[in-house]
């Protein structure tokens, strides 16, 4: 494992030294201390550390790299990935995953306003909640909330898939609430999917049912005929 130690190098030094590596190496960043565009345009199967919170557009148009940062990130974290991993163990600043064609973007925390805007193939998984306006103009791609979504989510979505464990403020315009035909709840036989446009666009929320969804049994009713027996 290679260090590189902020304190000391420069973010250009340590951008450089990642784009010139050999394949499979992995790398540690220290001393990270928010600075901006850290791991940016990464185009190796590396594995990168950064131990420490990082600034704007961290891992940006990441490619084929495994990025872990240990801390919350600022605005654009992963913006324009293409494949690769990027893991986020805090939280993260609006934007996330913006424009991205690939790749997964986890976030252990919330996320901010706009996450996965523009999102154009990339899956991304939050474990808390995210802000207003998350997938506008979502293209292509999965949005996985654990946590609640703020207002206008889903606004002038395509074709992502959109799944929240909790609770939505709002939807945002041409998106409707409809039930999944394709998924059932064991408890009560019937799920519900979060915004969908009328004609070609459908998203799902996760397999929790709603507080008003209830279960019902069916009862066969007795024979009628002349030979059945009382």
Not at 12 to 19: E, F, G, S, V
Not at 135 to 146: D, H, P, S, T
Request: hydrophobic content about 35%.
């Amino acid at each position: 494992m290679q260090t590189i130690d902020l304190s000391t190098a420069t973010v250009r030094d340590l951008n450089q030294a990642l784009h010139g590596q050999a394949i499979d190496s992995e790398w540690r960043v220290t001393h990270s201390n928010g600075k901006h565009n850290l791991a940016v345009g990464v185009n190796q199967p590396v594995s990168i550390d950064i131990e420490g919170h990082a600034g704007y557009y961290c891992a940006g148009m990441n490619q084929q790299a495994s990025i872990t940062v240990h801390g919350n990130v600022g605005v654009g974290c992963a913006e324009n990935m293409m494949s690769g991993s990027v893991r986020v163990k805090g939280s993260a600043s609006q934007a996330a995953g913006a424009t991205a064609h690939g790749g997964l973007l986890v976030i252990e925390g919330d996320a901010g306003a706009r996450c996965g805007i523009s999102m154009k193939g990339i899956d991304i998984v939050v474990g808390g909640s995210i802000g207003h306006m998350s997938c506008f103009m979502g293209q292509a791609g999965r949005l996985v909330v654990c946590g609640d979504a703020g207002d206008a989510l889903g606004d002038s979505l395509y074709e992502t898939h959109i799944y929240v464990k909790g609770t939505v403020e709002s939807l945002g315009s041409d998106c409707i609430e409809k039930r999944c035909a394709a998924s059932t709840c064991k408890s009560c036989k019937r799920c519900w999917t979060w915004p969908v446009s009328p004609i070609r666009r459908r998203t799902s929320s996760a397999t929790v049912p709603p507080a008003s969804c209830t279960t019902s049994k069916s009862i066969t009713p007795p024979r009628t005929d002349p030979g059945a027996s009382p």
